[in-house]
């Protein structure tokens, strides 16, 4: 007896699995899915539907009057007149059906489509006072110029202004009723299958907060009073400065190299075009540190720092202790100072098949005895 419950209990799940597994789901899409003229056709495709590989009946009800219009997986209908009108979809196996419902808006045929323009922004000047090329983008500077030691991490972010007021109503008897933006074109919140057309934020001007260091593609849709509408595209590029200035690093008393690291974040994301062009660390120190005492017979004074590079894994990527002391003059050096520079590209060194993208670290490191004093260490991450 025992066994038979246990049978016919097994028996029960298989069969819940089964017709889970074949449950049917109505699922249409239909081109072209916006902007659609009266008189123009519209062609719908139910090949979506589920379950696949079963043979299934399609009907189609365009008027929303009960009855169905046309059968087939796929059908082509016109609609001769302005106006929102309800589409369904009925799928049916042999026992078992389901519908969808869709609102599909028609506009006169004569109607002339807005033009989205989502804006582009420069400032004057970087963070060091160069100026600035301007172009079909938006390029920010996120500048931290005079951090203390105590942050070691490149996490600010900034605001971008963005703006459409130069997109066009399109007729000149027109208006533009609606300016909606799409800051995340990887993401489709609808399921619709466009990535253009799911809004975070709406308005003609919008201030978007919180943006980090990358390269972000975003997009405007911009919607006039007859219905039509439009999308483009902008990049927005926000590049990183951080600079830290005087400030000491302790000696290697136990024979173990002293090191201060910092933190940065790099994104080399080619899927969504958020690409980092380079990482750079620039740092500058004294040749000789004034308080340091010489030791007969040695060259103890004689500074030595150095960069080196880490990814997300702590795998080192590269390092400036190659560089002579002699050939340590990049940038702004002085008859006082060294300068070392390490650099890492975003096509080679942050790619998936290299040492990656997110947190790395730019390590500074003394292997010298004496406590060394830095003029500055500047960490760049630059997308544009």
Not at 210 to 215: F, I, L, M, S
Not at 285 to 291: Q, S
Request: glycine share 8%.
């Amino acid at each position: 007896m025992a066994l038979l419950f246990i049978s016919a209990s097994l028996a029960g799940c298989l069969s819940g699995d089964e017709t889970s597994s074949s449950e049917v789901e109505a699922i249409f899409d239909y081109e072209p899915d916006k902007n659609i003229r009266t008189d123009a056709d519209i062609d719908f495709d139910a090949g979506a539907s589920l379950p696949s590989g079963v043979s299934l009946t399609y009907k189609w009800d365009f008027d929303n009057d009960g009855d169905y219009d046309e059968t087939g997986r796929t059908t082509t209908w016109s609609y001769p007149d302005v106006g929102e009108y309800e589409v369904t979809l009925t799928v049916t196996d042999s026992t078992n059906s389901d519908s969808q419902t869709r609102t599909i808006k028609i506009i006169d045929a004569d109607a002339v489509e807005p033009n989205a323009d989502a804006g582009s922004d420069a400032p004057v000047s970087d963070c060091e006072g160069e100026s600035v090329s301007s172009g079909s983008y938006y390029i920010a500077y996120i500048c931290e110029m005079d951090k203390s030691t105590s942050n070691k991490n490149l996490l600010a972010t900034t605001t971008i202004n963005l703006d459409g007021s130069n997109s066009e109503a399109g007729d000149s008897g027109e208006y533009i009723s609606n300016w909606e933006w799409d800051l995340d074109l990887e993401r489709d919140n609808d399921g619709d299958g466009d990535y253009k057309n799911d809004p975070d934020e709406t308005g003609e001007y919008f201030d978007w907060k919180e943006v980090p260091a990358g390269e972000h593609k975003i997009a405007l849709t911009v919607t006039n009073g007859a219905g039509l509408s439009n999308v483009d595209e902008v990049v927005v590029y926000v590049n990183y400065v951080a600079k830290w200035n005087d400030f000491a690093i302790g000696g290697n008393t136990s024979n173990n190299p002293i090191d201060i690291e910092f933190a940065f974040p790099v994104t080399q994301d080619t899927d969504s075009g958020n690409t980092i062009r380079r990482a750079v660390g620039e740092l500058v120190y004294l040749k000789e540190d004034a308080d340091c005492t010489p030791v007969f017979g040695t060259n103890n004074c004689r500074a030595k720092l150095d960069l080196y590079g880490f990814n997300s894994t702590d795998e080192e990527a590269g390092n400036t202790s190659a560089i002579g002391l002699d050939q340590r003059q990049n940038g702004d050096c002085d008859s006082d100072t060294d300068c070392v520079w390490l650099q890492f590209t975003g096509s080679y060194h942050f790619s998936e098949s290299q040492w990656k993208d997110d947190e790395w670290t730019m390590t500074l490191r003394n292997e010298k005895v004496n406590d060394l004093e830095i003029e500055s260490l500047i960490i760049r991450l630059v997308y544009k």
